[in-house]
């Protein structure tokens, strides 16, 4: 086998197990990939924090630390276990609320983390940003209920 035939090779099963994560996820639409985006862009933000600024409230120096990025991780990681329960949940009730409500809450979560790290790190943001986030974490966790 040449390189380019292992390089295709691989790059096909990573297609198909993206694919088929995607799918136990309730598929690859926005809520999806907002929330895979506010979840790397947190971890991002995070680890700036503890290993440019040492300001991390994970770790008792601020520093970064690798058993707070395996908790962080492995967070993220039941996070997303939550979202493929919440699509087996609609499944279940022949809905399609469960599953959204669940990703909207995780992403005004993740979005709401990220502003905290943007905060440690001074940069500033709009004040009506974060109770945006805020009003949108609640609507998730009423299931999107007014």
């Known amino acids: 086998m040449n390189s380019v035939t292992v390089k295709n090779t691989v790059l096909a099963v990573l297609a198909v197990l993206g694919g088929g994560i995607a799918q136990l996820l309730g598929g690859w639409d926005g809520a999806l990939q907002t929330l895979v985006a506010m979840m790397a862009a947190d971890s991002l933000t995070g680890l700036t924090v503890a290993g440019v ?50 990703c909207m809450f995780f992403i005004a979560n993740e979005a709401l983390s990220i502003l905290e790290n943007f905060g440690l790190m001074g940069v500033p943001y709009p004040k009506f940003l974060k109770n945006m986030l805020e009003a949108l974490r609640d609507h998730g966790d009423e299931g999107g209920e007014k």
Request: aromatic share 8%; charged share 20%; with cysteine.
């Open 53 to 102: 600024f040492k300001r991390s409230s994970k770790t008792p120096a601020g520093a970064l630390e690798s058993r707070a990025c395996f908790k962080g991780l492995i967070r993220k990681g039941f996070m997303l276990l939550l979202v493929f329960l919440a699509v087996l949940l609609d499944r279940a009730a022949g809905t399609a609320v469960v599953r959204p409500a669940v």
